[in-house]
């Protein structure tokens, strides 16, 4: 088992992509630290681990939340962390804003197949402060939070690996969501700048840039929309969360000790750079 004997802390961990990392960590050894909004919802994934696991409620837009979280962490397992997934956030702020995107969204794909795009979008400059805000909030600075708290016990041992998840939406920019395009975008950037800056820890930070994959914050779009995608996917499908938990396990371990500063994107060939 690659992760025998590490801790893994991963946040947004109550469902979809960051559940199945949780449970893909459990099942290669490690004791894994499930942080979600709700705590009943991190509970219920620690259930599902078939080993010990700890539930941590903290929003991580919030830095005194995840402080405490950190503390917990520190106290639990005597200052011992070796996996940081950074993997909470939301894709959109407001079921007005939901309902509004996925219409877009749909818009902007069948323009697309059929290689007409006609469409004048005016998001940005109708976008609230509100919704920039709480967007950059959960994602970048949820980040940047987590990431700070880590480092302060990962450098005790001069080891660990902090994996962040970003989005193909860092790599193309979505027109319909330049919000989370902006998040995801800063993600990256600051994946690139603290991997130099402690490397010389034997500290490695990676990201992840998914595509379209298979999980409740994807489940509001369209029949019509998913065989859009699935068109302009080479490899005909969407992906799997088990897919995203693979490359994490990948990152977390050993056999990724010569990468950091890098970015793995499982999207079945939507987008390839």
């Known amino acids: 088992m690659r992760l025998e004997d590490r801790v893994a802390l991963i946040t947004g961990g109550g469902w979809g992509i960051g559940r199945a990392i949780a449970l893909r960590f459990?099942?290669?050894?490690?004791?894994?630290?499930?942080?979600?909004?709700?705590?009943e919802t991190a509970q219920k994934t620690v259930g599902e681990l078939g080993r010990p696991g700890l539930a941590l409620q903290a929003d991580v837009s919030d830095a005194a939340q995840v402080r405490a979280m950190f503390a917990?962490?520190?106290?639990?397992?005597?200052?011992?962390?070796?996996?940081?997934?950074?993997?909470?956030?939301i894709a959109e702020?407001?079921?007005?804003?939901?309902?509004?995107?996925?219409?877009?969204?749909?818009?902007?794909?069948?323009?697309?197949?059929?290689?007409?795009?006609?469409?004048?979008?005016?998001?940005t400059e109708n976008m609230s402060d509100e919704s920039w805000h709480r967007m950059i909030g959960v994602h970048l600075n949820g980040?940047?939070?987590?990431?700070?708290?880590?480092?302060?016990?990962?450098?005790?041992?001069?080891?660990?690996?902090?994996?962040?998840?970003?989005?193909?939406?860092?790599?193309?920019?979505?027109?319909?969501?330049?919000?989370?395009?902006?998040?995801?975008?800063?993600?990256?950037?600051?994946?690139r700048a603290v991997a130099r800056?402690?490397?010389?820890?034997?500290?490695?930070?990676?990201?992840?840039?998914?595509?379209?994959?298979?999980?409740?914050?994807?489940?509001?779009?369209?029949?019509?929309?998913?065989?859009?995608l699935i068109a302009r996917t080479p490899l005909g499908r969407w992906g799997e969360p088990e897919d995203i938990a693979a490359t994490a396990a990948f990152l977390a371990s050993d056999d990724s000790s010569f990468y950091t500063g890098q970015w793995l994107s499982p999207n079945g060939g939507l987008v390839i750079e």
């Open 143 to 191: 980040t940047f939070f987590c990431t700070r708290e880590a480092l302060k016990l990962m450098s005790r041992a001069n080891q660990g690996s902090i994996i962040n998840m970003s989005s193909v939406a860092a790599l193309t920019g979505l027109e319909t969501v330049p919000h989370y395009s902006a998040a995801k975008g800063g993600i990256l950037s600051f994946t």
């Open 26 to 39: 459990a099942a290669e050894g490690a004791t894994v630290v499930v942080n979600d909004v709700k705590q």
């Open 72 to 89: 917990r962490v520190e106290r639990e397992f005597g200052g011992r962390l070796h996996v940081l997934v950074n993997n909470a956030g």
């Open 197 to 228: 800056e402690v490397g010389s820890r034997s500290i490695r930070v990676n990201a992840i840039c998914p595509g379209y994959i298979n999980t409740p914050m994807t489940a509001g779009i369209s029949e019509m929309a998913q065989r859009l």
């Open 93 to 123: 702020t407001s079921p007005e804003e939901r309902k509004r995107l996925r219409g877009m969204t749909e818009a902007r794909l069948a323009e697309s197949i059929a290689g007409q795009i006609t469409t004048h979008w005016d998001v």
